[in-house]
């Protein structure tokens, strides 16, 4: 018989808990960015003010607890990282949620574990085990299945950005095990969402683009976006990864596009086709053998 009050089951169902509240507010990212998008904010606008107010928060809690400070290399490197990187991934992403819906626009972005199993053979050398090949295999069709044009999300252009946000989140985390990978989760965030937040800060001043929130409703989605979708995801992943470990963490997370399926479908009215429901199961599928697998720390 289990015993609910045994402290260290307690201590598990707590790590659980937080994984789970990190998939609910990483999940909520492509509900956000439908909704800011209808209040009029543009794309640059909100992904510089979601970074910039990240980052803002992120040093503050550095600072309070010292933990600021990197060598230059690794300062540089990291900011890079969100110049390039992570802003060209959120770029992709909130640029298919203008032609997709949510769920679509976030399960292709799920296709970056399968990319980057591939990208590790291509570059790298490394043979995908039959578990890996079966899994790329699954991503493949799924991709193939989403981009259904007969069905009731019929965008090619939404398809093709989603896809393009998941390549390059793949290549981002494959520099950022390389250049960033011995520093502080928080820290490299924290450097990480700087970088993202001057690329969109500065496309959207040449742009001339740069707009804030012009009522109530708008100012209420942007502080989600910052909070709901950044600060408490990223923090709740990192306790939970502390209590329960990156690969159980990592096999929990599972459940952010299927998340962003279900509030999509209730919040968004969005609708998918058989085809298009078949080809999420595919990608799920993938995503899961994948990360049963081998665990990747995301940054969303």
Partial sequence: MINVRD?????????????????????????????????????????????????????IWLWLRQEWRVSKRDAFSAISLGMLGYAGQAAFLFSALKYTSAGIATLLLYSYPAIVTLLAWLIEGERPTLNRSI?????????LLIADLTGPDRSLTGILLGLASGLWYSFYLLLSARLVNTLNPIVSSAYISLGAAVSFVGAATAQSTFILPSNLTAVMITMALVI????????????????????QA?????????????????????????I?????????????????????????
């Fill in 250 to 274: 990592s096999i929990l997370s599972t459940v952010e596009p299927l998340i962003t399926v279900l509030l999509g479908m209730v919040l968004l009215k969005e609708k998918f086709s058989t």
């Fill in 135 to 143: 899994a790329l295999a699954s991503a493949l069709v799924g991709c």
């Fill in 276 to 300: 298009q429901a078949v080809g999420g199961f595919l990608i799920l599928n993938s995503v899961i053998i994948l990360r049963f697998q081998r665990s990747e720390y995301k940054h969303q």
């Fill in 7 to 59: 402290p260290k089951l307690t201590h598990e169902w707590k790590g659980i808990a937080f994984i789970l509240m990190s998939a609910f507010g990483f999940s909520t990212l492509g509900i956000f960015g439908k909704l800011i998008y209808a209040e009029g904010l543009n794309i640059t606008s909100t992904l510089a003010l979601r970074f910039l107010g990240a980052s803002f928060i992120l040093w």
């Fill in 228 to 247: 709901v979708s950044t600060i408490v995801p990223v923090l709740s992943l990192l306790a939970g990864i502390q209590i329960l470990g990156i690969s």
